[in-house]
Every structure is written in structure tokens, then in C-alpha cells.
């Protein structure tokens, strides 16, 4: 019965969807630059980075001339950080975004995308399927499927990091560690006790703690995390920031997160060797130990090293444990 139900309201939304596409389609007309080659770029951090990261070769290998991204405004302090490669950021509500993107999943706004042309960056929705497409393919990351399935680059396209901001790295006198406890994707509620914790914890030790508040403008974040020493926080699109600004990051996933493999944020940042994710077992104090351990072998790291990661559930925790 609860499947019968379930298959109904499918059908339901597939219907609202297929009646609002022209609608969608007519929301584009509206902001269409017939002189640019537009990216559709949805409201997602990680989507949007990793994406930036190969408009250089998406624009030498499809020859264009002019490259226009449409997004929300919060993403457009990050289109700053690639001078050269996005020519204009047109800013859309996020309304009239979510209109234009439901098109694109109908037959007849896809037929027009590709007539218009278009780029439509949506991965959770487009390319994924819900995970099926990486569940079928483990080795897949997020950026792999951008770069391929989304972008249709080839191998030899090498990802471009974003000039993210003056602001010198950390390292001063004084510890700095930016914790991020919230995410638009992961299940990050249950754990607001362990970033209080650790909050604690890290004052106690002498740390200047600062909790990431999500109304702070992402280039702001960026140079906030470009001062800190350590990021540490729900795997969200944060995480990718961090790891891009070439910060120490650690990236918190729930014990059930299937996740880990698709947004792996140490195969995506092979450029930045401290970065670390690791799977929460419900206890914070062993959670906590686990985070210091990491933090501890990102202090007694040197170049060549191997950096502490944890890999599809497998912990490898750096040799002995953090006292609390």
C-alpha cells in the first residue's frame, strides 16, 4: 500500500513538474544573453567550485568566446575568485532558479537547452539519480561526474583552484579553528552537542573557536578560513571551500552517511594533503578523540608524509589516541 502511495505522489510531482516547464523555459527567455554560452548552476557550494575548477577547459575545448554562469546571488562572491574564466554572473531569485531547472528535467525544456545552448549543473538531480548512477560506479566522486558526465571533458582536463583571497594562511601566535556544524545535505541536528563540546574543548586549550554563521557572505567565510589553523564540520559544501583554500580541513560524517564515497573530499583535493574525513560512531567521546588524533597528525605532518584518512568506513586512526 505505502508503495502504491509512494508511486502516486510521483506521478503527481512529475505532472506539476512537465505543467511548469514552459514556465521554466519562459524564466529563462527572460535573462537569456544570446551573446553568452550560459551554465544553469544550482544553489550548491561544492556544485558550484568544483564546476568553476574546469570552465577554463570547458571553454577551450567547446571554443567559446564569452561565458555567463545564472545563479543565486549568494554564489556570486565565488565567481570572483576566477577572474578570467567566468565572463559575467547573472543573478536570478531562487525561485525563478528552481523554475528554470525543473524545465531541464522535462523532455521538452531538455530539447530546448540543448537548442539554446545551455549547461545545466545539477548533479543531486541530472546525473546522480538519487545515488544510483554512483552506487553502480563506487569510484566515482562528485567532481568526476561534473567533469564527465555534466561537462564531457576529457581526462587530460586538469580542475583550476580559485584565487580564493589575500588573507595569509594561519599558523600565527595564536590557534585559530573554525568549526561548521550546520549542512544542506547531511544530517547534522543530532550532533550540535558534539560542536559544543568541542567548542569547550578547543577554548580550554588556548584555541580562538569561531562557529561559521551561515548569514557571513561565502568570500568572507573563505578568508576567515584562510586565517584558521583547522576546519572542522559536517561535510557540506564548507568543506570543499576549506579544502580548496588549502586549509587543514576535517569533514564529519553520521555513522549511516552514504556519502562519504561520492563526496570525497580528500580524492577531490589531492592538491591539499590535510584534509581528512571521518564517520561519527554516536559516542562523542570517542568522536572526539578520533577528531584531536587527526588534528594531532596534521601538526606532526611534513611535506611527503602520509596524511591520516578515513576511507569508506575504515578508520586509520594516527598512531595512539588524543586525551581529552
Known amino acids: 500500500?505505502?508503495?502504491?502511495?509512494?508511486?502516486?505522489?510521483?506521478?503527481?510531482?512529475?505532472?506539476?513538474?512537465?505543467a511548469l516547464a514552459p514556465i521554466g523555459i519562459l524564466s529563462y527567455m527572460a535573462v537569456r544573453d544570446r551573446g553568452c554560452y550560459d551554465i544553469l548552476m544550482c544553489d550548491h557550494i561544492g556544485d558550484f567550485l568544483y564546476t568553476a575548477g574546469y570552465l577554463r577547459a570547458f571553454k577551450r575545448?567547446?571554443?567559446?568566446?564569452?561565458?555567463?554562469?545564472?545563479?543565486?546571488?549568494?554564489?556570486?562572491?565565488?565567481?570572483?575568485?576566477?577572474?578570467?574564466?567566468i565572463d559575467e554572473y547573472r543573478i536570478v531569485g531562487k525561485r525563478r532558479?528552481?523554475?528554470?531547472?525543473?524545465?531541464?528535467?522535462?523532455?521538452?525544456?531538455?530539447?530546448?537547452?540543448?537548442?539554446?545552448?545551455?549547461?545545466?549543473?545539477?548533479?543531486?538531480?541530472?546525473f546522480v539519480r538519487q545515488f544510483a548512477y554512483v552506487e553502480t560506479f563506487p569510484n566515482l566522486t562528485l567532481?568526476?561526474?561534473?567533469?564527465?558526465?555534466?561537462?564531457?571533458?576529457?581526462?587530460?582536463?586538469?580542475?583550476?583552484?580559485?584565487?580564493l583571497c589575500q588573507a595569509a594562511p594561519g599558523h600565527g601566535e595564536t590557534k585559530r579553528i573554525l568549526l561548521?556544524?550546520?549542512?544542506?545535505?547531511?544530517?547534522?541536528?543530532?550532533?550540535?552537542?558534539?560542536?559544543?563540546?568541542?567548542?569547550?574543548?578547543?577554548?580550554?586549550?588556548?584555541?580562538?573557536?569561531?562557529?561559521?554563521?551561515?548569514?557571513?557572505?561565502?568570500?568572507?567565510?573563505?578568508?576567515r578560513m584562510r586565517r584558521a589553523d583547522c576546519v572542522i564540520g559536517m561535510r557540506s559544501g564548507l568543506l570543499d571551500l576549506a579544502a580548496l583554500a588549502g586549509v587543514p580541513a576535517i569533514a564529519l560524517y553520521p555513522p549511516d552517511s552514504r556519502l562519504m564515497r561520492y563526496f570525497d573530499l580528500c580524492r577531490m583535493n589531492e592538491h591539499n594533503p590535510r584534509t581528512a574525513q571521518y564517520r561519527l560512531r554516536g559516542s562523542?567521546?570517542?568522536?572526539?578523540?578520533g577528531i584531536l588524533a587527526i588534528l594531532r597528525a596534521f601538526e606532526e605532518k611534513t611535506d611527503g608524509d602520509q596524511v591520516y584518512r578515513c576511507t569508506g568506513g575504515r578508520e586509520r586512526l594516527a598512531a595512539g589516541t588524543a586525551d581529552l
Open 1 to 18: 500500500m505505502f508503495g502504491f502511495c509512494e508511486s502516486i505522489l510521483k506521478s503527481i510531482r512529475g505532472l506539476a513538474v512537465r
Open 61 to 85: 575545448t567547446n571554443r567559446i568566446r564569452r561565458l555567463r554562469v545564472v545563479g543565486t546571488a549568494r554564489l556570486e562572491s565565488l565567481a570572483r575568485f576566477y577572474p578570467g574564466v
Open 97 to 126: 532558479l528552481q523554475l528554470i531547472l525543473s524545465a531541464y528535467r522535462t523532455w521538452i525544456g531538455r530539447q530546448y537547452y540543448m537548442a539554446a545552448p545551455v549547461s545545466v549543473i545539477e548533479p543531486s538531480r541530472d
Open 143 to 163: 567532481r568526476d561526474c561534473i567533469q564527465y558526465g555534466i561537462l564531457r571533458l576529457s581526462e587530460e582536463a586538469q580542475p583550476e583552484l580559485p584565487q
Open 180 to 223: 561548521c556544524p550546520s549542512a544542506a545535505v547531511t544530517e547534522w541536528r543530532p550532533y550540535q552537542g558534539l560542536f559544543r563540546q568541542l567548542c569547550g574543548i578547543f577554548s580550554q586549550r588556548g584555541f580562538e573557536v569561531s562557529v561559521n554563521d551561515e548569514t557571513v557572505p561565502l568570500d568572507e567565510c573563505a578568508r
Open 284 to 289: 562523542a567521546t570517542e568522536d572526539i578523540r
